[in-house]
């Protein structure tokens, strides 16, 4: 059952109301918790566009866009032991299936999902072998208990793509955990298989010797997935293609096209979908345990890919405030135009398969932060806009870029992570939707602000607005005044407006629990606080820096305030 946001809202809390005039004394920011002085120097921004023309350009909001990835290593820790859920993990994405209908769609697989292989008779669900100092296993062996607790810990309509060991060059591996799926995975809880995790650069990470290139992997795809077609009971059971690693501007001939016309697709049947992954930033060094033959091509060919992984010798600092930029955000996304289409000319969608904010694992107070949400936010909303499907951000229990920590690690209880936030808001965005479409306002825009047009059909139902400019912790405990903007929607939406606002007391929080998601929080997995929808009478919205709104009509515009 899809539930309306606004109405989720009040089956959990009492609705504090704020009206708002600029004739009054109110500050325009209500009652908005932990935010500090606002500067009252603001920038005013006219959101004034015909929404009529604009619909022609607008892109499918797909309902599934915000999706996850788990590493297959650590898939008990998020959805718990046979009998035993994982509390903190079902109640998070049981909160996007109350707003949306499903929760996000789950890939298992990374790395280690071309370590894994299937065996009945393990004695535990899942038996993880690692090296010292390594965060990912490199010998995974499951039993029919994955798939139980698949079936039974999450919520009713969860759906998975499962990966498939390629990496170990041995057809039995994945024959037998097709075997295992299909005997004992709920028929509508897979969406799709894939064959493999980053073949393209398997060279680096060991897994093949040469000659492995784009004819050889397409080649083993046909045979192999030719005798694992005949182990699939239900046909609506089909494929992802591609979960390929390295940048389009680097791809070479590795790429989803090169696959596509090597007749890939075709001869296979069924493909639903193709994936790249990607990471803008890296904090992996140039060599390292992951790539024991040296570094896959990822040095940048054009001057604005400055976000790009490349090697140790020319590493880049990490920056939070970087990786907000709007701008940056555009330009390095540009590059997957090539790889859309290819996925389109075939029928199949196009998905980020695994993604975050930086590579081998994410960085400490960059990945984990309020920034690193808005980022998000930006980045799912702009994949739409150039018609990718789905987003699936990865996540391992000591992840940095996780979602959430659904484990103890490291004498570190388990926690929800503020990047959780970007789910909520684009679920919040999504909802009360039939079949939405999104443009994005570039003409408006700034490397500090991101602006998106939601319309149901041809009518204009929502004006999202992200602050992307960064504000840093120390400026919040010193109190310099927050920078804001004034965005007036009354052009579009009229002068009767709501809003719904992420926020927290600055870009770099990394405490879930002064994350705030129309007033409320969810660092115990569930919402806490009451929540706070904004009611402004002339259309005027402010936005303080590093801040997220949903603005639409009131829909009871006569509603007096209190």
Not at 99 to 111: C, F, K, N, S, Y
Request: charged share 15%.
């Amino acid at each position: 059952m899809i539930v309306d946001f606004q109405k989720w809202l009040y089956s959990i809390a009492t609705v504090s109301l704020l009206f708002v005039h600029r004739a009054s004394s109110q500050s325009p920011y209500g009652s908005t918790p932990a935010i500090p002085q606002i500067n009252q120097n603001y920038t005013l921004v006219h959101i004034n566009f015909t929404p009529g023309i604009d619909t022609s350009k607008a892109s499918p909001l797909p309902r599934d866009l915000v999706a996850l990835s788990i590493e297959f290593c650590y898939i008990i820790d998020y959805l718990g032991e046979v009998g035993s859920p994982n509390d903190l993990s079902y109640n998070l994405l049981n909160n996007i299936e109350e707003i949306l209908g499903a929760p996000p769609v789950i890939r298992i697989g990374g790395d280690t999902g071309d370590a894994a292989q299937y065996n009945p008779h393990n004695n535990q669900t899942i038996t993880n072998v690692f090296k010292p100092n390594n965060l990912e296993a490199v010998n995974v062996t499951f039993n029919s208990g994955l798939f139980q607790v698949m079936n039974e810990n999450v919520p009713e309509n969860q759906t998975c793509i499962f990966t498939l060991n390629l990496g170990q060059d041995n057809v039995q591996y994945p024959l037998e955990e097709v075997k295992g799926v299909e005997a004992h995975l709920n028929e509508s809880k897979l969406y799709a298989y894939e064959l493999g995790n980053e073949p393209d650069i398997y060279e680096y990470t060991g897994h093949r010797t040469e000659p492995w290139n784009v004819q050889t992997y397409a080649q083993q795809q046909v045979d192999w997935l030719s005798q694992i077609k005949r182990e699939i009971n239900n046909t609506s059971h089909g494929f992802q293609l591609g979960a390929l690693a390295v940048d389009p501007v680097d791809q070479g001939n590795f790429s989803l096209a090169e696959i596509n016309s090597l007749g890939v697709p075709e001869i296979v049947g069924n493909v639903k979908s193709e994936s790249d992954h990607t990471y803008p930033y890296s904090n992996c060094p140039g060599e390292n345990s992951r790539y024991p033959h040296g570094s896959p091509p990822y040095i940048p060919t054009q001057p604005f890919l400055t976000l790009l992984p490349i090697t140790e010798a020319n590493t880049p600092s990490i920056s939070l405030h970087a990786l907000m930029s709007h701008l940056h955000t555009l330009e390095y996304f540009s590059q997957w135009t090539p790889s859309i289409a290819a996925a389109t000319s075939i029928n199949a969608s196009f998905v980020m398969g695994e993604t975050g904010s930086v590579s081998c694992h994410g960085a400490p107070n960059i990945s984990n932060t309020l920034g690193a949400a808005l980022w998000e936010m930006d980045y799912m909303l702009h994949a739409a806009t150039l018609g990718m499907r789905r987003v699936h951000f990865h996540n391992g229990s000591p992840f940095w870029y996780s979602m959430w920590q659904p484990v103890e690690v490291n004498g570190t209880a388990p926690r929800v992570w503020p990047t959780y936030a970007s789910m909520l808001y684009v679920a919040g965005v999504l909802s009360g939707t039939v079949e939405p479409t999104i443009y994005e306002l570039e003409a408006l825009e700034s490397d500090g602000l991101a602006l998106y047009a939601v319309y149901e059909g041809a009518e204009l139902y929502k004006v999202l607005a992200l602050n992307l400019e960064f504000y840093s912790a120390a400026n919040a405990s010193e109190g310099v005044p927050r920078p804001q903007m004034q965005l007036d929607v009354s052009a579009v939406l009229g002068m009767q407006v709501r809003a719904f606002r992420v926020t927290a007391p600055s870009s770099e929080e990394t405490d879930a629990a002064k994350v705030t998601v129309i007033g409320q929080n969810y660092a115990n997995g569930t919402a806490s606080g009451t929540p706070d929808i904004e009611y402004f009478v002339d259309g005027i919205v402010g936005i303080a820096a590093s801040e997220a709104l949903i603005i639409e009509r009131n829909p009871d515009a006569n509603t007096t305030a209190k």
